[in-house]
């Protein structure tokens, strides 16, 4: 809010900053939510965003909430890459899915 305030309209970049220091100080269920409002204001998730919001999910241990985040990245088109993978398998492992 204060971007816009100062006339700086926010976008992808500026959002994964955000996203990136609410996930170095352990605030997963803050960042999370920060994807959501991030869409709410029209700013397109990328393959950052979503690895942040992977890896919260898998520190938090849910997987199927990861499951449902990496289906939806694919849904949009964006290809994952080695950290997406790690972060979804991570997910599983913690959720105890081990099979």
Known sequence: DEMV?????????SFNALLSA??????FEEAIE??????????QPDGVTFNSVLIAHALLRQ???ALTVFEEMQQMGI???TLTYNAV????AN???HE
């Open 5 to 13: 305030r100062a006339g700086v309209t926010p976008d992808t970049t």
């Open 22 to 27: 609410y996930c170095a100080a352990e605030k």
């Open 34 to 43: 920060f994807v959501r409002e991030m869409r709410s204001k029209n700013v």
């Open 63 to 65: 997987w199927d909430a």
């Open 79 to 81: 290809k994952g890459d």
């Open 89 to 92: 398998i991570s997910a599983l």
């Open 95 to 97: 959720g105890g899915k």
